[in-house]
C-alpha cells in the first residue's frame, strides 16, 4: 500500500485514520445517492438499445420508401456497429485519462446529435456517415457502467449493475410504441428518429446533474482529497452521518496508477483473461444483435397478412422478454453464481433463437412469439453476466481501457451480423449458425473467474495466489477484504 496523500498529511501518522478506497466506497451506504447514479447511467443503456432498435426497423423502412438494393441495408446496419468499435477503442480510453464523467457527457451529446440528423437524411448514402457517427457516442457506453460499478459495494454490486439492464430492456420497448405511433399511425419515419434522440438528450441532463467523478479514478490519480469531498456528499445523501463516517482524521490511502494502455491488456498478467473476455464479447454480442435483426426479420409484415410494416406487437412483447432475462440474472447470479448463470443463459438462448429460424408462415404467431421471447429473456441475461463478470474481474487502472477493449470486440463481432441475417441467407441456416456462436460464448464463458463475493479487481490477484500453492498470500488477502 502506497503512502497516504490527503490534506491531513501534516497529521502525525497515529492520529490519521487511514483507509483504502474500497473500505471507504463501503461506508458511504446505499440509499438516493445511487440511486440517481443509476438513473443517469441506466439512461445512457436506454438510449443504446433505442438506438440498435430504430436501426432494424429504420433500415428496412427506408429501403421500402427508397428503393435502394436490399443487400444495402447490411452495409447501412454495419456502420453504426463500425463506429461503436471504433468509437470504444478511443473513448473507453479517455475515460482513464480524462475520467469517467466527461467521456459520459461526450457520449450523450455525440448521439443526440447525430441521432437527431438521422431524421433529416434525404438519401440512403447520408445514412452511411451518419449511423457511423451514432455508433462512435454508442462506443463511449461502457464508461457509464463503470462509473455505476465503482460507487458500490461488494455486497450490493452484483444486483445494481444489473439493475442498469432495465434501462436497456425499457429502450427496447419504447422503439416499436413509437415506431406504430409514428410510422403506421402518423406516417413520418422522421418523426420516429427525431423522437428516438430524446432518451439521448436525458442521459445527457441526468449525467451532468447526477453524476460525479469516480472516486476509484480520482484515487488512482493522486487525488485523494477530491475523492474524499465526493464520498463525503455521497453519504450525506444517503442519510449517513459524514463526520461519523469519515472524521476530520481520515485519510484514503495512495493508489495512484499509471494510465493503462491497450498493451497493458496483453501483458503475462492480464492476457489470458482479456483473450477469453475478447471471445466472449464478441460471440456473445453477435449472437445478441443478429437475434434482435433476425426477429425483426421474421416479423416483418403484420399477422395474417395485415397492412403494416412489421408486426410491432410481436417485436414489443419479445423485447418486453428482457425484463425477464434481467431479473433471472439477479436472482441468479448471487446464487448459482455468474458463471453457471453465463452457460446456461447462453445454451437456452440459442435453442430459443435456433427453434425460432426453423418455423415458418404456416406457424401460429404465438408460437413464433414464444420461441422469441425464450431467445431474449435468455440473451438478455447473458449480456448482464458478461458486462458485470468484466467490471469485477478488472481493476481500477485498467477498468474503462479493458472494459473498451472487449466491447470493441463486441461491436466488432457485431458489424458482421448483419450481412448474415439481411443477406439471402435462409432462415435456417441463421439460427444454426446463431446456436453455434452461443455454445462458443458458453464454452468461452465456463473458463472464466467466479467472482460472486469478491470485492473488485481481485479475483485475479486471488487465482494467482492459488496458483502459487501461497496459501500464506491467499490467506492474507481473505483478511484484507478481498472476499465480501
Not at 448474415?420 to 441463421?430: I, M, P, R
Request: aromatic share 10%.
Amino acid at each position: 500500500m502506497g503512502k497516504p496523500a490527503t490534506a491531513n498529511d501534516d497529521l502525525p501518522s497515529e492520529f490519521q485514520q487511514v483507509i483504502t478506497i474500497d473500505e471507504a466506497v463501503d461506508k458511504i451506504g446505499l440509499g438516493k445517492f445511487q440511486h440517481k447514479v443509476l438513473f443517469a447511467t441506466g439512461t445512457c443503456f436506454m438510449a443504446d438499445s433505442v438506438q440498435v432498435m430504430l436501426l432494424s426497423i429504420l433500415t428496412r423502412k427506408l429501403q421500402r420508401e427508397w428503393e435502394f438494393e436490399e443487400s444495402l441495408t447490411s452495409y447501412i446496419a454495419s456502420c453504426l456497429f463500425a463506429g461503436a468499435t471504433v468509437g470504444t477503442l478511443i473513448l473507453g480510453p479517455l475515460g482513464d485519462r480524462w475520467g469517467r464523467k466527461p467521456v459520459l457527457c461526450l457520449a450523450a451529446v455525440i448521439i443526440s446529435i447525430f441521432g437527431f440528423v438521422t431524421a433529416l437524411c434525404n438519401h440512403y448514402l447520408a445514412l452511411f456517415p451518419t449511423f457511423f457517427c451514432v455508433g462512435f457516442g454508442v462506443g463511449g457506453l461502457t464508461v457509464p457502467f463503470d462509473i455505476l460499478a465503482e460507487f458500490l459495494d461488494t455486497e450490493s454490486r452484483g444486483t445494481y449493475l444489473l439493475l442498469i439492464k432495465y434501462f436497456w430492456t425499457i429502450g427496447s420497448m419504447i422503439v416499436p410504441v413509437l415506431g406504430y405511433l409514428t410510422i403506421e399511425l402518423a406516417g413520418s419515419w422522421r418523426l420516429f428518429a427525431a423522437l428516438c434522440t430524446l432518451p439521448c438528450l436525458l442521459s445527457l441532463i441526468t449525467g451532468i446533474l447526477f453524476v460525479p467523478e469516480s472516486p476509484r479514478w480520482l484515487v488512482s490519480k493522486g487525488k485523494n482529497e477530491k475523492a474524499l469531498v465526493i464520498l463525503r456528499d455521497a453519504a450525506k445523501d444517503n442519510g449517513v452521518d459524514a463526520d461519523i463516517a469519515f472524521p476530520l482524521n481520515t485519510v484514503i490511502a495512495d493508489e495512484k496508477m499509471e494510465e493503462a494502455t491497450f498493451a497493458d491488456l496483453l501483458s503475462p498478467r492480464w492476457r489470458k483473461l482479456m483473450l477469453t473476455l475478447a471471445v466472449i464479447w464478441a460471440t456473445y454480442c453477435f449472437a445478441f444483435y443478429g437475434s434482435i435483426l433476425t426477429i425483426t426479420r421474421v416479423f416483418d409484415t403484420g399477422e395474417d397478412g395485415a397492412d403494416e410494416d412489421f408486426d410491432y406487437s410481436a417485436i414489443f412483447l419479445s423485447s418486453a422478454a428482457e425484463l425477464i432475462g434481467t431479473t433471472l440474472a439477479i436472482r441468479l447470479i448471487d446464487t448459482i453464481g455468474r458463471i453457471k448463470t453465463l452457460v446456461g443463459s447462453c445454451i437456452i438462448g440459442g435453442i430459443g433463437i435456433f427453434s425460432l429460424c426453423l418455423t415458418d408462415e404456416k406457424v401460429a404467431r404465438w408460437v413464433q412469439i414464444c420461441c422469441a421471447l425464450v431467445a431474449r429473456a435468455a440473451q438478455m441475461s447473458m449480456a448482464c453476466v458478461a458486462w458485470i463478470s468484466t467490471a469485477e474481474l478488472l481493476s481500477t487502472e485498467i477498468l474503462s481501457t479493458g472494459h473498451s477493449a472487449v466491447n470493441a470486440c463486441a461491436r466488432f463481432g457485431a458489424v458482421f451480423c448483419p450481412f448474415l441475417v439481411d443477406g439471402n441467407n435462409s432462415l435456417a441456416f441463421v439460427g444454426t449458425v446463431l446456436l453455434i456462436v452461443h455454445l462458443i460464448t458458453a464454452i468461452s464463458g465456463s473458463t472464466l473467474l467466479e467472482t460472486k463475493g469478491i470485492a473488485m479487481g481481485k479475483a485475479i490477484l486471488l487465482e494467482e495466489a492459488r496458483s502459487q500453492d501461497n496459501a500464506e498470500d491467499y490467506h492474507k488477502m481473505e483478511g484484507t477484504g478481498a472476499f465480501a
